[in-house]
Every structure is written in C-alpha cells, then in structure tokens.
C-alpha cells in the first residue's frame, strides 16, 4: 500500500513516506497535520491526516505473481496440476492490498 496526497499548486502526487497501515497510526506518526514537499514544483505545503490517500502497491502483487509463477513451475514438476494452487498467491496479495487501502480510505480522523 502506498500513501500519497495531491499538491495544490501543480496537482501531480505526492508520495508519503510512512509505512502506518491505518489513518490513525499515521496521525500518530506524522500528526493532524504536517508539512509534505513536493516533489515536482519544489513547493511545501501543509496537508490534513485526512486528506492522505492510500492506493494499492502494484509492486507487491507485480513480486508476488513473480513468485507465484516461481513457485507454480517448481510445484508442478513435483506435484502436476496440484502446484497450479501458487496462483493464488498474487490473488491473496491483491486482495490484502485492496481492503487495506480500503480500510485506510474509509477511516477518516474527525477535524476539531
Ligand atoms: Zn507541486
């Protein structure tokens, strides 16, 4: 799961480096509100815990269909059509990345 929010001046991404599964440990972390740079116009702006978004990390599932195949290929010589059960190991991925971006999504902190 990545963690961005979006630069009022020139509208690109901003990426959050923080590995907090949820909003409330990134409050934790970084506060209510904190000072995010970006990347692409240089500018500094102050950004709301609520106004991170989370998105799945495509990179995980991209590994882990690497090592589903991997491990497909290396069952199947042993095992057959049995070892084709690896596959799921990119569709387990997939999903955990969805419902915790999902779960970070929907929490959001109430604004005092
Ligand atoms: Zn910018």
Redesign the pocket.
Known sequence: MNLYTR??????D?RIKSSAPTRPELQMEKGEEFQVN??????I?KKHINDIKAEPNNKIILVGIGIGVLVTIILWNYFGAIGTVSVAIPILLWQQQMSATKTFNSYMIRRK
Do not use: D, R, V
């Open positions: 630069c009022n001046s020139c509208k690109k901003i970006c990347q692409n116009c240089g500018k702006e």
